[in-house]
């Protein structure tokens, strides 16, 4: 028997309690899988002899795969139900990210990256659909905090950000005189992501698992209408440009940093700030994905990215770094939010999976083409600081392109 959004275990539950626990969802799939990889790219590059662009096509593989399972979502949450899918896709992130421990050869490292990339897909969009629906049985209760919930759960990638950045560099100094030290550090992450899955089992278990808004075989119609590109094409266009650019960002500004001279404390006190702005942001932005129907939240978002992506470009000061990290952790997930509240304002709830699966596509393939262009462009002349040069600019023209996005009469 199917668990409807008004049930007793849903009502049992304080509403923000289960939405930081979901937020466990971000933490496992973005904050430890991807986003660790920054701080272990620069000492896996040197003990490995990488270029930039194969470092950079590490997150491009795990890109590959995150779009793989992103298109394969929408079928596995009808036949396994979201909940479960969750779960599964958590614990194999886990045991992917393990392996990246355990092989040294550059073709199995991607073979790994791709694999955790599958499962991390099938825990974003599967955790942020339940954080929409948790939004929706919030605002039966007369509660407006549906932006604010969004925000929490995608916010959580700041607590996997915080754990690596307090983690990471530990472990790497208690494995420095241990040949390949750094596969340490990925045994230490899947063992926190272990950890954040426990507790994000409880939120799944604890939360609905199908959408009510209309009765089974409507549902079913509704669902298997496809949604056309043109309904959200400006904000398609600008999410890609997003992805493209935030994760030239992600993947690289350490290593720039290092570059410029940074220490090892110095590092672990950016990724900090970075991911405590990431959860910060939850508040930050909710009235404004609240508040607007069409692509506004998306363009003025990637426009702050942009100016952030560019400040460390500008100046190697301690100072403008940190605030680098701030205002970059403080909106980067905010844009991801904003395309789910668009999903929200703009499509019934018995087709939130599908629209959030889209953009989910979308933003794998941004993610796909950054890492490896960015990773080549740094290898050339300029260095790192023309590669996130480039970045800033698809981020801005992202923020035009989203700006042309218009609300919707709701698709039915």
Request: proline share 5%.
């Amino acid at each position: 028997m199917s668990t409807t959004l008004t049930s007793p275990s849903l009502r049992a539950q304080p509403t923000l309690r289960l939405a930081f626990a979901l937020s466990m969802g971000a933490a496992v799939s973005l904050g430890i899988t991807r986003f660790a990889y920054a701080l272990l790219l620069p000492p896996m590059r040197s003990d490995l002899g990488w270029s930039y662009a194969l470092a950079g096509g590490m997150n491009t593989a795990n890109a590959v795969g995150y779009l793989a399972g992103a298109l394969v979502t929408p079928a596995l949450m009808r036949r396994f139900g979201v909940t479960r899918l969750l779960i599964v896709g958590a614990v194999l992130a886990s045991v992917f990210m393990a392996g990246s421990g355990f092989v040294t050869d550059a073709p199995a490292l991607l073979l790994q990256r791709l694999l955790a990339g599958v499962a991390s897909a099938w825990v974003f969009v599967a955790g942020g659909l339940l954080a929409a629906r948790l939004g929706e049985a919030d605002a039966r209760t007369g509660a407006s905090r549906s932006g604010l919930l969004l925000g929490i759960y995608y916010g959580g990638t700041g607590f996997g950000i915080l754990l690596s950045a307090l983690l990471v560099p530990q472990v790497l100094r208690a494995a420095l005189d241990v040949p390949h030290g750094w596969t340490w550090a990925w045994w230490a992450l899947a063992l926190a992501s272990a950890a954040a899955t426990c507790l994000l089992t409880w939120a799944g278990r604890a939360m609905p698992d199908s959408p009510v808004s209309a009765t089974p075989s409507a549902a079913t119609a509704t669902e298997t209408a496809p949604i056309s590109l043109r309904h959200f094409g400006w904000a398609l266009a600008g999410y890609a440009l997003f992805g493209m650019g935030y994760i030239g960002y992600m993947t690289f500004v350490i290593a720039l940093l290092r570059e410029q001279g940074a220490s090892a404390g110095f590092v672990t006190l950016f990724y900090a700030l970075l991911g405590i702005a990431c959860v910060a942001s939850s508040r930050l932005w909710a009235g404004l994905l609240d508040r607007y129907r069409g692509g506004q939240p998306q363009a003025l978002l990637n426009g702050l990215l942009g100016v952030a992506t560019l400040l460390p470009v500008l100046s190697a000061s301690a100072p403008v770094a940190l605030a680098s990290g701030v205002l970059f952790g403080g909106v980067f997930l905010s844009v991801v939010a904003s395309t789910t509240a668009l999903v929200r304002h703009n499509l019934p709830p018995a087709r939130w999976a599908q629209g959030i699966s889209l953009f989910t596509i979308v933003f794998a393939l941004g993610q796909i083409v950054g890492p490896t262009v960015t990773g080549w462009i740094s290898d050339g002349p300029g260095g790192l600081a023309r590669g996130l040069v480039a970045s800033a600019i698809a981020l801005w023209l992202g923020a035009v392109l989203a700006s042309r996005q218009h609300a919707l009469k709701e698709i039915g």
